[in-house]
């Protein structure tokens, strides 16, 4: 396991690890039992190093190894909602691009 967070409501414990399984787990905090089957990424290569709740809780934010950044639902963690890359230019300005859309914002 490499991070742990918890939803601001309270409601959810969250935890993302790194090789060998490479997920993001949701709990809820009173029954201390799994939402939903764990978030598996794709890219079986990613590891996952930190991950996060939206201010309203309704969604749960990860990154790892590969400079992404995945964005996912607390209602359908088996589908995401965004992949976004995030990548500096030489003056060190941020971009970050919606994977799906292809989208810069």
Request: net charge negative; proline share 2%.
């Amino acid at each position: 396991m490499s991070s742990v967070c918890f939803s601001s409501d309270d409601k959810y414990i969250a935890s993302g690890s790194r090789y060998p399984d490479n997920t993001v787990r949701v709990w809820e905090r009173k029954t201390q039992k799994e939402v939903e089957n764990p978030i598996i990424l794709l890219n079986t290569e990613e590891e996952i190093y930190s991950c996060s709740f939206s201010n309203n809780n309704q969604y749960i934010v990860a990154g790892g190894n590969s400079g992404q950044i995945l964005i996912y639902s607390i209602e359908n963690l088996n589908m995401g909602i965004a992949i976004v890359t995030a990548h500096y230019d030489l003056n060190n300005n941020l971009s970050v691009r919606c994977k799906y859309c292809g989208k810069d914002f």
